[in-house]
């Protein structure tokens, strides 16, 4: 069965501190994995990783996938209250329809 | 642009009530569609999908059932509520042909009393 584990469930930290979140996978016929934001409804995409070792950035936000340890860590640096929200984690299959298998997400709180 | 929209944006059901979610997307064509639903304390899992109008996938077998009967529309559907069937609903789509990001509706929050 299809595994996405994401850690810490939960995190609270002070506005300006560097965090990273951490995602593991267990996918046969892995393709991608995707990040989210989800803050009061929608999950709003933030990085799409197919490749090892090749760092996707977005201001402070950065990630990074290693394909031979199966796992992908998403970086916020300097954060602010805005950054509060839940991170998701999601992997795609080669077979089938592109159907997203999620992990339950890490919950961020970053308190002024 | 594509936009997605799905209502209601809450609902609360008395349990054996029937249910309806529609979703729908305006500004592209022939695309893939999805219903997730988000427990407390749970993940995203992803319900139903559809590659084409008429066309359902189910993944998890259980008292809701989905149908496209337009290119655009996505409706969740049940005959008879469970408590159990109280969650957060998103609805997703994906450009056929494109890669393989998946965007998401706004969700409706179903709450069965």
């Known amino acids: 069965e299809d595994k996405v584990v994401q850690s810490p469930l939960s995190l609270v930290v002070h506005e300006g501190d560097t965090v990273t979140l951490n995602c593991s996978y267990e996918?046969?016929?892995?393709?991608?994995l995707l990040w989210y934001k989800q803050e009061k409804k929608a999950p709003t995409f933030l990085f799409m990783l197919t490749s090892s070792g090749i760092e996707k950035k977005s201001g402070r936000l950065s990630s990074i996938l290693d394909k031979k340890e199966l796992f992908s860590i998403l970086n916020i640096t300097a954060t602010q209250t805005g950054d509060s929200a839940i991170y998701l984690c999601a992997v795609v299959k080669r077979a089938g329809s592109y159907q997203l298998t999620f992990g339950k997400g890490t919950k961020l709180s970053v308190i002024p | 642009s594509q936009t997605i929209h799905q209502w209601p944006a809450t609902l609360v059901q008395p349990v054996g009530s029937p249910l309806s979610l529609e979703c729908t997307v305006e500004?592209?064509?022939?695309?893939?569609l999805y219903w997730y639903r988000q427990a407390a304390g749970r993940g995203l899992q992803l319900l139903f999908y559809?590659?084409?109008?008429?066309?359902i996938s189910s993944e998890v077998p259980q008292n809701l059932s989905a149908s496209r009967p337009q290119d655009r529309q996505f409706i969740l559907s049940s005959k008879k509520l469970l408590l159990s069937d109280s969650g957060f609903y998103l609805c997703?789509?994906?450009?056929?042909?494109?890669?393989?990001?998946?965007?998401f509706g706004p969700g409706t929050r179903l709450l069965v009393l």
């Open positions: 997703a789509w994906r450009q056929q042909g494109a890669q393989e990001t998946q965007y």
């Open positions: 559809s590659v084409g109008i008429g066309q």
């Open positions: 996918v046969t016929n892995f393709r991608s």
């Open positions: 500004g592209t064509s022939n695309p893939n």
